[in-house]
């Protein structure tokens, strides 16, 4: 083993883990992670959601929760039915920002194996963007059963998007597919509107050569839910972007049911 490299860590109680990556900010990752654990939990599983975003977490926000004292706070806090861990209850957001590459290398690392996760189907990991520190710890301490990436229709996160799939797709980790979020818009009509050019998570899934796992719409009330913290899934359960959440979870539940993948192929992007 390369000195410094961290050990692979194993989570006995935890069926699955599944990391929510992309290679560009501001797509949808953590509002996917917090919907997606909040619909396979309403599919019958019990969830955990991590956050791995150390500069900037979003997972507090979401749940509506704040700091907590963790000499009194058993960690992993629960909300909804979900076991949460993020820094953001550990350190006020505005602090955390001295955080710096090996220690957030660390927070990952003792968020996954010294917080006592317990008996979970699914662990979810939202990610913070890009391809640094907190991915490259994950994809080689975490028992990654493998990454959904998110993207959005347009070109121009395409190309952050590829980049995303190629890392994990370097170090091995499984891609379990993609999701295209703000991919329409359903109107009052019930009728659905491609807003931006469509088909760009379908064209980057086929080229990945992974499945498309679902499209989710561009919704006011998802933004609005993530700031007072109930997500849409929870708030608006018969929306139609909870009603597509609740087959994404229905899909990735099929996914992560199927045997291990094969070698992984060499993508060229
Ligand atoms: N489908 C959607 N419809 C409307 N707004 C959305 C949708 N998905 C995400 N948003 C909003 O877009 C903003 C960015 O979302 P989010 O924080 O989940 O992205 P992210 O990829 O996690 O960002 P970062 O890279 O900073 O971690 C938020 O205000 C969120 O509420
Ligand atoms: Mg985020």
Redo the contacts with the bound molecule.
């Keep these: 083993m390369t000195p410094g490299m961290p050990q692979k860590l194993s989570l006995p109680g935890v069926k699955h883990v599944i990391a929510v990556a ?1 290679g ?9 992670a917090a919907n997606l654990a909040l619909a396979l939990n309403m599919s019958g599983k019990k969830v955990g959601l991590m956050d791995a ?1 150390i500069y ?1 977490p ?1 997972v507090p926000i979401m749940f509506g929760l704040g700091t907590v004292n963790p000499q009194t706070t058993p960690f992993p806090l629960q909300k909804y039915g979900i076991a949460l861990m993020s820094m953001g209850f550990m350190v006020d957001p505005n602090q955390a920002i001295i955080w710096r590459g090996p220690k957030v290398a660390q927070a990952v690392q003792a968020f996954l194996g010294q917080i006592p996760w317990g008996e979970l189907d699914v662990l979810v990991i ?1 990610l ?2 890009g391809t640094g520190d907190a991915q490259l710890t994950l994809s080689q301490s975490a028992p990654l059963t493998g990454a959904v990436i ?1 993207t959005t229709p347009q070109d121009v996160s395409l190309i952050d998007a590829r980049k995303g799939v190629r890392m994990f797709q370097e170090v091995r980790v499984p891609v379990l597919g993609v999701v295209e ?2 991919s329409y818009f359903v109107g009052d009509d019930g009728k659905r509107y491609d807003i931006f050019r469509a088909g760009g998570g379908q064209k980057l899934a086929a080229e990945a050569g992974v499945p498309l796992l679902g499209e ?5 009330r ?2 609005e839910c ?2 007072t913290g109930e997500p849409i899934v929870r708030k608006y359960p018969d929306s139609p ?1 909870a009603k597509a959440y609740l087959k994404l979870a229905a899909t990735v539940i099929a996914e992560t049911g199927k045997p291990a993948a094969a070698p992984l192929p060499e993508v060229q992007l």
């Design positions: 992309s560009k900010g501001g797509v949808g990752k953590s509002t996917v975003d900037g979003s939202d913070p963007p998110v979020n703000m989710l719409p561009i919704d006011p998802v933004a993530g700031d972007t």
